[in-house]
């Protein structure tokens, strides 16, 4: 769902893009259009903005689709500077995006991490890291008795970790999981679809990652020809990072 490419063609009704612009975009792989496994990406205005400064194409391209993501989420969080704010799955990219944005907002971010993953984590700015796995929730009671005010679920444990969230705060879910009524906990459902044109949170994106506020993170850069062998990869877990794929 997202990709980074030069301009070598403009629409008739288009203006303020020109041919060798360089460009990160998100794109849908819905319908006709496809998504971005592709050479030559269609893009309508407003789904996507100059790349970085001082960024590469490849970096570009892992920013995006997480990154509007991780934006969405802090929407949909509704939180406040001081509130507090806790992520599973901070390891992984979107997990990434989402603490690095958070401590920019000001927000106390409690982040897991496998021991082998602490000094990534750390380096995000988190307040706090706890050990991830079934222990998170009790970890972050241990820290925030009452419980957080929303919870990022990246890594997708749902009823493992809800316990972390106070009565009446957020709980975020990544992959549609409408959660289980508890405790006047609003559930949200975390939908990058519906930001196909978000041109304004791009160019948010963009000044973070030339501020240094979010850091691109390439796993490895592979030529397409070798797409399934990094979709194996991926699903095996442990990757760091995205693939990205050349053509
Ligand atoms: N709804 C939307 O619009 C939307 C948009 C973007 C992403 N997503 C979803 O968000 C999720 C995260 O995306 P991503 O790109 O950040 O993936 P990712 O890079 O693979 O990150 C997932 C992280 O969660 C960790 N994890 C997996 N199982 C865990 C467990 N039981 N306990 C603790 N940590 C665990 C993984 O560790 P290991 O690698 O060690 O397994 C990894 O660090 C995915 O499910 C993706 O589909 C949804």
Redesign the pocket.
């Known amino acids: 769902m997202d990709a980074a490419g030069v301009i070598d063609e403009v629409g008739p009704d288009v203006t303020g893009w020109s041919v060798g612009d360089e460009v990160m975009a998100i794109a849908l792989p819905l319908s006709t259009h496809g998504g971005a496994y592709v050479q030559e990406l269609v893009a309508p205005v407003g789904s996507f903005t100059r790349v970085p400064r001082g960024t590469s194409l490849l970096a570009a391209s892992t920013v995006p689709?997480?990154g509007l993501?991780a934006l969405q989420i802090l929407s949909l969080a509704g939180l406040s500077r001081g509130d507090t704010l806790a992520v599973?799955?901070a390891?992984?990219?979107?997990?990434n995006y989402v603490v690095q944005l958070a401590v920019a907002a000001g927000l106390t971010v409690i982040a897991?991490a496998?021991p082998a993953?602490e000094a990534l984590v750390r380096s995000l700015g988190p307040a706090h890291i706890v050990p991830?796995?079934d222990g998170f929730a009790a970890a972050v009671r241990e820290l925030v008795p009452g419980g957080v005010d929303a919870l990022a679920d990246?890594?997708?444990?749902r009823s493992v970790v809800v316990d972390a969230v106070r009565d009446g705060g957020v709980f975020l879910d990544?992959?549609?999981w409408s959660g289980d009524g508890s405790r006047g906990i609003r559930f949200e459902?975390?939908?990058?679809?519906s930001e196909y044109r978000s041109f304004d949170k791009l160019e948010q994106l963009r000044h973070a990652v030339e501020s240094g506020t979010l850091t691109p993170r390439v796993a490895e850069v592979l030529p397409a020809s070798r797409a399934a062998e990094a979709h194996e990869r991926?699903e095996a877990?442990?990757?760091?990072g995205?693939f990205v794929l050349t053509w």
């Not at 390891?91 to 997990?95: C, V």
């Not at 990246?154 to 444990?157: D, E, G, K, R, S």
């Not at 877990?237 to 760091?240: D, N």
């Open positions: 689709m997480n993501t599973t799955g390891a992984g990219l979107l997990g897991d496998a993953d991830r796995g990246a890594a997708v444990q990544v992959r549609g459902q975390v939908a990058v679809f991926l877990g442990g990757t760091r995205r």
